[in-house]
């Protein structure tokens, strides 16, 4: 991915319309207002076992679901960004440069614990 190769640590791929997809091998989460949204498996996203688990527990932690395609205006809404894998489990995005612009996230450290535990 070129974000490793410019000196990011992880990067964010885009399907082929520029909408949010997922990491290099890892699944893309967005949390706003009690939703756990993700990029659906048409926005060329594999169906992971870790993104299966977390959209189940999610409803008993008292979130919502969207599954859907989103641009990347929904960075700049969302309370919380984390990607997730079997290996990685949850991990926390806390800055993220899209778009020409640096976005950062810091909340919800209680509810992504929450879902780790389910992960």
């Known amino acids: 991915m ?3 190769l410019e000196g990011y640590s992880e990067g964010i791929a885009l399907d ?11 699944n893309l989460f967005l949390v706003r207002d009690g ?5 659906s498996i048409a926005a060329s996203v594999l169906a992971g076992i870790t993104r299966a688990n977390l959209l ?3 409803p008993d932690l008292g979130l919502a ?7 990347l205006a929904a960075l700049d809404v ?10 990685l489990g949850i991990v926390p995005v806390a800055a993220l440069t899209a778009g020409g612009r640096e976005r950062t996230w810091e909340g919800e450290a209680d509810m992504l614990a929450a879902l780790a ?3």
């Open 78 to 87: 969302a309370r919380a960004v984390f990607l997730a894998n079997s290996v």
């Open 35 to 39: 939703v756990l949204y993700t990029p």
């Open 65 to 71: 679901v969207g599954e859907g395609r989103y641009g």
């Open 2 to 4: 070129e974000a490793v």
């Open 16 to 26: 082929p319309d520029g909408r949010l997809s997922e990491g290099s091998g890892q």
């Open 117 to 119: 535990a389910r992960a």
């Open 56 to 58: 189940r527990a999610a």
